[in-house]
Nanobody, 120 residues
């Protein structure tokens, strides 16, 4: 069973920053690539970013240069530093087990999500 808990979401003004974290358990974190997806209200899930075991990273075009994915295998955590946030970044963000690039992982691999709201 995948156990993933996201945190760090909140309300932020446009141009602001947030750092999301994802704590993983019940699987060998260091043996898996990891992925972030998001889902805006009334929309389907959107792939955001992913990171290989070896550290190579991937981003959807709309967040390149603004978001940074990172991981700490010792702490079994995945992070997403989000800078220069825009209104369109408003969504619930999910961390997922496995490396998915430009595709959305099955929801059974997601955590419960953390809400990010960008509003003035």
């Amino acid at each position: 069973e995948v156990q993933i808990v996201e945190s760090g979401g909140g309300l932020v003004q446009p141009g602001g920053s947030l750092r999301l974290s994802c704590a993983a358990s019940a699987f060998t974190f260091g043996s898996y690539g990891m992925t972030w997806v998001r889902q805006a209200p009334g929309m389907g899930p959107e792939w955001v970013s992913a990171m290989e075991i070896g550290g190579r990273t991937y981003y959807t075009d709309s967040v390149k240069g603004r978001f940074t994915i990172s991981r700490d295998n010792a702490k079994k955590t995945l992070s997403l530093q989000m800078n220069s946030l825009k209104l369109e970044d408003t969504a619930k963000y999910y961390c997922a087990k496995g490396l998915y690039v430009n595709s959305v992982p099955p929801s059974r691999y997601w955590g419960q999500g953390t809400q990010v709201t960008v509003s003035s």
